[in-house]
Nanobody, 115 residues
């Protein structure tokens, strides 16, 4: 069974930075595209950033130039560096590997951007 753990969230002031981590067990992250999503109450989960097995990156327009996704296959981990944070970035952040036949989510990590 694949198990995912997201961590690194917290409370930060506007303009601040956080680095989120996603680690997995029961799967090899090096084999999959991994995507970060975020969700706020009453709204659909939205894509934030993704990284392919080859390291190609894609970002939502709202975070381009501020967020950076990366992966460390030796640690079976994917990261999301978040800079210049805005209140609208407040959400629960989740990671998801694109494993055929599976749809696995962790508990997410809360990011709150507020003065």
């Amino acid at each position: 069974q694949v198990h995912l753990v997201e961590s690194g969230g917290g409370l930060v002031q506007p303009g601040g930075s956080l680095k989120l981590s996603c680690t997995g067990s029961g799967s090899d992250f090096s084999s999959w595209t991994v995507t970060w999503y975020r969700q706020t109450p009453g709204k659909q989960r939205g894509m934030v950033a993704s990284i392919t097995t080859g390291g190609t990156k894609d970002y939502a327009d709202s975070v381009k130039g501020r967020f950076t996704i990366s992966r460390d296959n030796a640690k079976n981990a994917v990261y999301l560096e978040m800079n210049s944070l805005k209140p609208e970035d407040t959400a629960v952040y989740y990671c998801n590997p694109k494993i055929p036949g599976l749809n696995v989510w962790g508990q997410g990590t809360q990011v709150t951007v507020s003065s």
